[in-house]
């Protein structure tokens, strides 16, 4: 099995849970670190992957993406004159922080966790964890882009983002998505079947649901008044929002009045919404080092490690990790 990363929404959520109290021998916060090496001990530990892959925002709004939507993911831009969280140096060039792309936007990210992105980084490499990243897209499309061209074995995506539902496949070689969203002792993998049972949709369709219903936590707006029932039951007659508008532009489509209405009113979205939340599979991916995504047995740089160990003081998650990567 290969397991795929969401790194960025795993480092997000490991800050936000494990206390910033939790710091390096010099005094400075390692809680993001900690978390996300026991975050990926337990999935490492639960599904016994023999190859892994943590896959990183090159650009975590791409131009693209905000030239079809504006909206997308504005909500998330920090002001670099904002008094509230200042842009520092780490930030500007820290690209997996979830910083600037070809937009020069740089994204509202808490002080204390920037500068833990780049110790966790080398905590992996020092272990032996490929990374992945494509320049102009986002860890989501690295993530699509791997899982449509995996030819070898399943694959398994660790993901706490609802979007990422759109990767599942029950056709070879399977594609699962184990969703840390609801916490980790809540996690639950899902194929494709659970995710078209949960949401009452055709399996592969999560993402014409999703432009439907909209998604305030990206900046999508969806279609006024058309919320998860509603979305689901267009998706299930018309197939997909390409279908709906196809539908929509004739004269006999069974869609109410007041339906007709709001998807009239939102045809300029949903032209382009489809673009915008469906994943790259073409993405320019980047494999580190190498292009190998081989779990070793070991950890390829020990000496390096145990540096990073000592000046950081996280022995206790970087053993559970190697534990686990030794143990599967």
């Known amino acids: 099995m290969l397991q795929l990363f969401d790194l960025a929404g795993i480092y997000f959520r490991a800050f936000f849970a ?6 390096s021998p010099d005094g400075r916060p390692v809680n993001a670190v900690r978390g996300s090496l026991d975050i990926l001990a337990k999935v490492i530990t639960d599904a016994r992957p023999t190859r892994a892959i943590a896959c990183l925002d090159l650009d975590w709004r791409p131009a693209w993406r905000v030239e079809l939507i504006p ?9 670099p004159q904002s008094a509230l969280v200042p842009a520092t140096a780490d930030q500007a060039n820290t690209p997996h922080s979830g910083t600037a792309g070809p937009s020069a936007d740089i994204e509202l990210v808490p002080d204390e966790l920037s500068p833990q992105v780049p110790i966790l980084l080398e905590v992996l490499a020092a272990i032996g964890l490929a990374t992945a990243g494509a320049p102009g897209f986002e860890a989501d499309d690295v993530i699509g882009t791997i899982a449509a061209t995996e030819r070898n ?3 398994e995506v660790v993901t706490g983002d609802r979007d990422l539902f759109q990767v599942a496949r029950d056709t ?8 840390i969203g609801a916490g980790m002792s809540k996690a639950k ?27 305030p936590s990206d900046g999508l707006p969806g279609v006024p008044g058309v919320g998860d029932k509603t979305a689901a039951t267009l998706i299930n007659r018309f197939g997909s929002v390409e279908g709906l508008l196809a539908a929509l532009e004739g004269r ?43 779990l070793p047995r070991e950890p ?19 053993a559970r990790l190697v534990t686990a990567i030794e143990g599967r």
């Open 189 to 215: 993998v899902y194929r494709a079947a659970d995710v078209a049972n949960r949401y009452g949709i055709p399996a592969g369709a999560y993402a014409d649901f999703a432009a439907l219903r909209g998604d």
């Open 300 to 318: 390829v740089d020990p000496g390096r490690l145990s540096e990073l160990v000592r000046q950081h003081g996280i022995g206790g998650a970087t």
């Open 172 to 179: 070879e070689p399977p594609v699962s998505v184990r969703y």
């Open 153 to 155: 074995g399943s694959v």
């Open 18 to 23: 494990v206390p910033t109290s939790m710091t």
């Open 71 to 79: 909206s997308y993911k504005t909500h998330r831009v920090l002001d």
């Open 252 to 294: 006999s489509t069974g869609l109410t009045a007041t339906v007709r209405a709001k998807l009239s009113a939102a045809r300029a979205y949903l032209l382009v919404a489809p673009k915008v939340v469906r994943v790259a599979a073409d993405a320019p991916v980047l494999v580190q080092p190498d292009g190998r995504d081989a």
